[in-house]
């Protein structure tokens, strides 16, 4: 008999919990950084259809040998596909062109909030008072980083077209977390990962064709390829299997919480790569958030 890691080693999966964000907080690498150089919309396509190149290779089989289970999910991947990589993948980068990083902060941290309401209301998961009570700890750091210790900076807020991207990429997140769980699935956790990855590039053809005719032209050189493999392998790759593997382990609401560790990670990111200087509201408002974290994984 086969033994899960959460029979093997009950801490396994709560250190995947913090290990994961790592990853997917590489994507604020590529949003500061790659959009300079490649068009939002382009960048996400790129990006998804690259890792459709590189996974595909290595479970084409399994997916042809299942072409009834392929019909019979379509829909489904379709949907994960999109809301996964299509929204999730373009929204973010449409919205730093037109709002703050400060909005954008905010406003993602309310995709756990939406998971845990869809998962009471469709899975029916039982949600104690330590985890609202992590929530709550979890939503006050990432603000102390935010608003960098001063909260009178939260009223100030100025709110744009932008945050209205943000607000959908928060939803499209949710949406894919819940369904990603509650959906079940005959193909293999990477098979189904490369077929979400084709959809997800599909649904964002139409407007990279629109965005290259209209609005902004990629240049196809070395920097493109660079920011390109980089958005493909860690926040995408690496970081979207992790946080399947850790769906898996603990459900939906408490994996939401990563997004709370993917705004710490973001900011120490921004002080190792952008040179951003690390203060006492960084050490203050990762604090929190490691303890939100703790109480989240508390059974009472």
């Known amino acids: 008999m086969k033994l899960s890691l959460q029979t093997k080693n009950k801490l396994a999966p709560y250190t995947l919990l913090f290990i ?44 042809l040998k299942n072409k009834k289970e392929f019909n019979k999910e379509f829909f489904k991947l379709f949907f994960l596909g999109s809301m996964g990589c299509g929204v999730c993948g373009a929204f973010p980068n449409l919205a730093g062109m037109t709002t703050t990083m400060a909005n954008i902060g905010i406003i993602y941290t309310s995709s756990p909030v939406i998971i845990i309401f869809l998962s009471i209301l469709f899975l029916r998961e039982k949600i104690n008072f330590l985890r609202i009570l992590g929530l709550l700890i979890c939503i006050t750091g990432v603000f102390t980083i935010i608003s960098k210790g001063n909260f009178d900076f939260l009223i100030d807020l100025n709110f744009t077209i932008g945050d209205l991207w943000v607000l959908g990429a928060a939803l499209g997140w949710a949406l894919y977390s819940i369904y990603l769980l509650n959906w079940k699935s005959k193909f293999s956790l990477m098979a189904r990962f490369t077929l979400i990855a084709m959809f997800g590039f599909i649904s964002l053809l139409p407007f990279f064709i629109l965005e290259n005719v209209y609005f902004a032209k990629t240049n196809y050189n070395q920097t493109f390829l660079f920011w390109v493999i ?42 190792i790569i952008f040179k951003e200087p690390l203060l006492n509201f960084h050490y203050l408002g990762g604090l929190l958030v490691f303890t939100g974290v703790y109480f989240a994984r508390k059974k009472i």
């Open 20 to 63: 994961q964000p790592i990853f997917m907080a590489t994507n604020t690498i590529v949003a500061r950084g790659g959009v300079e150089a490649v068009p939002p919309i382009s960048l996400a396509f790129w990006r998804w259809f690259s890792v459709f190149i590189i996974l595909f290779p290595f479970f084409y089989n399994e997916i």
């Open 230 to 271: 980089f958005a493909a392998i860690s926040p995408s790759i690496i970081a979207f299997s992790l946080y399947t593997k850790l769906q898996r382990y603990v459900g939906a609401s408490l994996a939401g919480f990563s997004l709370y560790l993917f705004a710490v990670y973001g900011s120490i990111f921004g002080i």
